[in-house]
């Protein structure tokens, strides 16, 4: 019976793993990828190269990068005399050859870069990721070598064959990267960053493409539900010779319990894909806030800054005005000690504003017109990639049937004939 729980127990961990693993293959699956301009708070897809102000240089391989992992392996090997019993009880003596690989040394720097894209760039925090980075380097060699000493350390281990493996993985700068985390705001400017959330289930930074994780999440779902599913014939037929063995006559065994392993499993999948669906839709509603809060911002943000930018207009205009008269009075003074004093004035007032120019703050006002309608545009195109993601969903099977027994409704998606708010009117006086 002891088998029989044990497989029980192992079948139970396979199932926990495949919901883990479809779980985390479906956030993947259905996040539409943003641009690192249009980064809101939550969870985030993102694609782009690693960039950094400061990039390290690798261990071995002297790569610049923004993340990397180095180790030195010494192989070792042993023989190990041991004594038996053989069929006839008699004690002998029983020599075999252990050996393996033993870490000698390590190291790595690892520390906030940024993700660039055609839009601009975001700053991820690499602490506490799952990191998939690119091999490097990996070489092989003996005590000859002069890389033996000259990286690793001067003392070899206990029963050494002299023999070293050097091996290095990085993020080199200007990789391609796919990063799947939690966006935040940063603490020292107004920006959002990537970075380590206890209530997000994944975050992932990969030299991977898209495609190439979701794949691999789909292999380990098949490989736990295979395994699981052994795992259950093999309990079913240890329970059918135990009770053969004990004089019952239970042949069955190993179907009946096949059955309700796929029974599990199907209120697995279900509720699986349920969680998802409903994710799915706060995700939707997430994406319209968005769009909201970004008109929201630009019918706030664009009338102050017209109302300082028409003041300062105003406040530089009466200076000129100031000036002329200045110069006009000037003019019809004589060449006596008044008008060399009113002279003075005029200068000393001019030195005193030296630069009154009005373009660089009109220059300001057009780039916030232009980051503000870019905002809006990438919030609507967040919210159209989620929202068409969704409806694709509900009239796959099956999720079709989840939807309905959820309730779960198509949305709109934002057109820009059908979808208008009130426009902010930029008007600056002559």
């Known amino acids: 019976m002891w088998l029989v729980l044990i497989g029980t127990a192992l079948t139970i961990a396979c199932l926990i793993g495949a919901f883990l693993t479809l779980r985390r293959k479906r956030i993947i699956d259905d996040l539409p990828t943003s641009k690192t301009q249009g980064v809101f708070i939550g969870m985030t897809e993102l694609k782009g190269t690693a960039e950094s102000e400061s990039p390290f240089t690798s261990y071995f391989s002297d790569l610049r990068c923004v993340h990397y992992k180095w180790q030195i392996e010494e192989h070792w090997s042993k023989t190990v005399t041991e004594a038996v019993v053989d069929n006839k009880g008699h004690m002998q003596a029983r020599t075999r050859t252990e050996s393996g690989w033993k870490q000698v040394a390590s190291g790595g720097e690892s520390a906030p870069f940024y993700l660039q894209d055609d839009t601009g760039v975001i700053r991820i925090v690499p602490e506490g990721a799952k990191i998939q980075p690119k091999s490097v380097y990996n070489i092989t060699c003996r005590k000859n070598d002069p890389l033996y000493f000259v990286k690793g350390p001067l003392v070899e281990i206990a029963n050494t064959t002299h ?29 959002a960053e990537i970075a380590k959330d206890s209530s997000a ?9 898209e495609k190439q994780i979701s794949r691999s999440y789909g292999r380990c779902w098949w490989f736990f539900l295979v395994l699981g599913l052994v795992c259950t ?6 329970w059918a010779v135990i009770s053969s063995v004990e004089g019952r ?8 319990m096949v059955v309700g392993y796929f029974v599990l499993l199907l209120i697995v999948y279900v509720w699986t894909t349920y969680n998802n669906m409903i994710n799915l839709h706060h995700r939707v509603e997430q994406g319209w806030s968005q769009v909201d809060v970004q008109f929201k911002r630009r019918q706030d943000l664009i009338p102050n800054l017209v109302q300082i930018v028409d003041g300062y207009k105003n406040y530089e205009s009466d200076i000129l005005k100031t000036l002329t008269e ?22 000393i007032m001019i030195e005193r504003y030296p630069d009154l120019k009005a373009n660089s703050n009109f220059v300001k006002l057009q780039e916030a017109l232009v980051n ?59």
């Open 163 to 191: 023999q070293r493996r050097f091996s290095e993985t990085a993020l080199p700068l200007h990789t391609e990267l796919y990063v799947l985390g939690q966006a935040r705001e940063r603490q020292d400017v107004v920006a």
């Open 201 to 209: 289930s994944v975050f992932l930074i990969s030299t991977r493409s």
């Open 233 to 238: 014939l093999g309990s079913g037929i240890v």
């Open 249 to 256: 006559v239970e042949r069955n065994q190993p179907i009946l």
């Open 326 to 347: 200045i110069r006009s009075q000037t003019a019809l003074v004589s060449d006596g000690k008044s008008g060399q004093a009113l002279s003075a004035n005029m200068k």
């Open 372 to 430: 503000t309608e870019e905002r809006i545009a990438l919030a609507r195109d967040y919210y159209n990639d989620i929202a068409t993601f969704y409806c694709n969903r509900l009239e796959m099977v099956p999720e079709r049937y989840v939807g309905i027994l959820a309730r779960l409704r198509k949305p709109e998606l934002i057109g820009a004939a059908d979808f208008e708010r009130a426009s902010v009117t930029v008007k600056i006086a002559e």
